[in-house]
């Protein structure tokens, strides 16, 4: 049961491009979870998705941020035109997401964004 | 929010030592999980306690919660070098979201 893959491992963009992050879940999992990570801090909550659903995208930026879970597929983490302050690690997460709503969370290895 | 404060920010300490981290929290939890992180890779979940639970134990971790100060503590016994990372408490609220603490950088001098 292969774990949580998340590709591009690293990415490149130029200020004013596009950054499409994948997440494929664990087997099973039907539960994702966005988080981005500044150098020496702690994981920041983006938001929060179920298939074909958005449950929490509290922590998303207002602008040029989208995320999406369809049906078949892996989740994309989407950022348009990046800027110099997106540069970050990206980590996707996955859960079974128990009955009482409890569970751990399964990280992929994350995605390094550094935008020039 | 119920976000995870730990304390202290960093610490060192020497092979075979136990380090102890602790983690505050603001409101009401359902549980209260503990996740390690080395260097340049993903967390990986060490340890979860639930709301009603006081004390657990997986092997040479022991995680302690109080409700009533909204605190937890994560003991590692016998450190090791390779122990060295970065630790976080994630508090879980009713809305399944996980909230995480800035981390704990621990060194352990072989």
């Known amino acids: 049961n292969a774990g949580v893959m998340q590709n591009p491992r690293h990415l490149v963009r130029r200020r004013g491009q596009e950054a499409r992050l994948r997440c494929s879940p664990m087997?099973?999992?039907?539960?994702v979870y966005w988080y981005r990570q500044l150098p020496e801090e702690g994981l920041k909550f983006m938001v929060y998705?179920?298939?074909?659903?958005?449950?929490?995208e509290s922590g998303m930026p207002k602008e040029r941020f989208s995320a999406e879970f369809p049906k078949e597929g892996p989740s994309i983490l989407r950022i348009q035109q990046v800027v110099r302050g997106d540069s970050a690690a990206y980590f996707c997460?996955?859960?079974?997401?128990?009955?009482?709503?409890?569970?751990?969370?399964?990280f992929g290895e994350g995605s390094r964004l550094t935008v020039l | 929010s119920q976000q995870g404060e730990e304390d202290p920010q960093a610490l060192s300490i020497q092979e075979g030592e136990n380090a102890t981290m602790n983690c505050s929290y603001k409101t009401s939890i359902n549980n209260l999980q503990w996740y390690r992180q080395n260097s340049g890779r993903g967390l990986v979940h060490l340890i979860l306690?639930?709301?009603?639970?006081r004390e657990k134990h997986s092997g040479r971790l022991r995680v302690t919660l109080d409700t009533s100060k909204k605190s937890s503590s994560l003991l590692i016994t016998a450190s090791r070098a390779a122990d060295t990372a970065s630790y976080f408490c994630a508090a879980t609220g009713a809305n399944s979201k996980l909230t995480f603490g800035k981390g704990i950088t621990l060194s352990v001098r072989p």
């Open positions: 306690i639930r709301s009603n639970e």
């Open positions: 998705l179920q298939k074909e659903n958005i449950i929490d």
């Open positions: 087997k099973g999992h039907s539960h």
């Open positions: 997460a996955s859960s079974p997401r128990l009955a009482d709503g409890t569970g751990e969370l399964f």
